[in-house]
């Protein structure tokens, strides 16, 4: 069925108006189908959204989710909207299929898809891979659970075009025929068990990123995780590893203090270890993992190389906001998970302030003990979780409360001295307090800012 035929003249649900939803109705709206948007939030906090939608004459309703869905062709549902929710229950009861985001995309992607996944590292291989792609003079589109909707770029790529797009296990839960030509699952660690039941529940819905893949296509995945098993997998894909060891087989690896490529059998040095810009154990992983999809594509090493040297990182991941009397701050709010906090204490060599909390997703913050002992010299709990927190780090660790992030701020700035670092690296969602990720880290470097400015730094530099 051609993506006219499933989309032309389609009365089509889409459920939830941020950003996949909008780019999904722009999408249909493209191709001729009838989209219809529903969103159960308030009118007035979807400003944008409405305006776009009313310009573009689709019809939408705010406030909840009517009974007008459950007469659509198909519904399709934007990753945060919980598939639980009685409008998508009652609609599987009758028939009505239910698609993500990225399963509507990928009808219109015309170019070859490079997926990745995982718990931990999403964002910054998904860029990553993008950029060497792009240094390489492909026509490299990069979006889906980062910056554009899957929906906003899969028109512009071309035939012989890449679409690299991070999808996440809210995604994959309900995809139908989405095929990547390479896919990646980077890591697993216990993560969402606010919305699955189980790790191996979580688990599954990772591992669908793999379900509908040919023998022709490829499935790459962490060497040194145990926890991805690729025989609990329903795959037909070539299966190739990436590891920071010494394999004989695998795509990429390391020996000594040099990654290298597996190129036509040929072991090849891409570059030293030490020369990735982009600093930390996780994130030489994720260097590997894009290294092995890059030499699938035909890549050079040269160009390998001089991105893996320059790529600064991805913003809200282990991020440098700036250095204030002599203390440096780090917004990490993109580490939504226990695991994330631990990679960023590895990263950091500095004494550590770590400001956390949010809303909990079922992760266990005594982890971070490990993790932290002779480094963390302080925690600043917030949101939702701080009980928690306090509860689990509480005998180990000096923990404080703030009301909000603001204050966290200023209360780990009053306890840091010259040379230490205030690392923003939350382990929680977002959405007790924010509207995402990025919101939570634009504040704290509005926070900093503020700091930097001299507006707060006299009555801190007093409490200290």
Request: hydrophobic share 40%.
């Amino acid at each position: 069925m051609t993506v006219q035929e499933r989309i032309k003249n389609r009365k089509i649900g889409i459920i939830g108006m941020a950003r996949s939803g909008l780019a999904a109705a722009m999408l249909a709206d493209e191709f001729g189908g009838e989209p219809f948007v529903s969103d159960s939030k308030d009118e007035r906090l979807l400003g944008s959204q409405v305006e776009r939608l009313t310009a573009l004459k689709i019809p939408f309703e705010t406030g909840g989710h009517s009974d007008r869905l459950l007469g659509c062709d198909y519904l399709v549902v934007s990753p945060g909207v919980p598939l639980e929710i009685d409008v998508i229950s009652r609609a599987r009861q009758q028939g009505v299929p239910v698609f993500s985001e990225i399963e509507f995309a990928s009808w219109a992607c015309r170019g070859k898809i490079v997926a990745v996944t995982g718990s931990n590292g999403k964002t910054t291989t998904t860029t990553l891979i993008g950029d060497i792609f792009s240094a390489a003079g492909f026509d490299a589109f990069v979006g889906g659970n980062i910056g554009l909707a899957f929906s906003d770029i899969a028109l512009k790529v071309p035939e012989e075009g890449l679409a690299v797009i991070e999808v996440s296990n809210f995604q994959l839960q309900t995809i139908d025929q989405f095929t990547p030509d390479t896919a990646l699952i980077l890591n697993l660690t216990p993560d969402h068990l606010d919305r699955h039941a189980t790790f191996d529940d979580y688990k599954r819905a990772k591992y669908r990123i793999t379900e509908n893949q040919s023998s022709e296509q490829t499935l790459i995945v962490n060497l040194d995780d145990p926890e991805i098993v690729v025989d609990d997998m329903a795959t037909r894909a070539a299966v190739r590893h990436f590891t920071t060891g010494d394999h004989s087989q695998a795509l990429s690896f390391v020996r000594g203090d040099v990654l290298y490529a597996r190129i036509d059998g040929t072991e090849t040095p891409v570059i030293e270890c030490s020369k990735i810009l982009i600093p930390g154990p996780h994130n030489l992983q994720n260097a590997a993992a894009a290294v092995s999809a890059a030499s699938l594509y035909g890549v050079g090493i040269d160009v390998m190389a001089k991105v893996l040297a320059s790529f600064p990182g991805v913003e809200h991941r282990l991020e440098k906001v700036g250095r204030v009397a002599g203390i440096d701050f780090v917004n990490d709010s993109k580490a939504t998970n226990v695991d994330s906090v631990c990679f960023a204490l590895r990263s950091i060599d500095t004494s550590i302030h770590l400001i956390a909390g949010g809303r909990d997703k079922g992760g266990v913050f005594e982890k971070i003990a490990d993790y932290g002992q002779g480094k963390i010299k302080g925690i600043i709990a917030i949101g939702e979780a701080r009980d928690k927190i306090f509860s689990a780090l509480g005998q180990t660790f000096p923990v404080q409360f703030a009301q909000t992030l603001p204050e966290a701020v200023k209360q780990a700035f009053g306890s840091a001295f010259p040379g230490e670092t205030v690392l923003l690296s939350p382990g929680c969602a977002s959405f007790d307090q924010f509207e995402d990720f990025e919101h939570r880290g634009r504040v704290f470097k509005e926070a900093v800012a503020e700091l930097r400015n001299g507006k707060n730094e006299n009555e801190a530099l007093t409490q200290r």
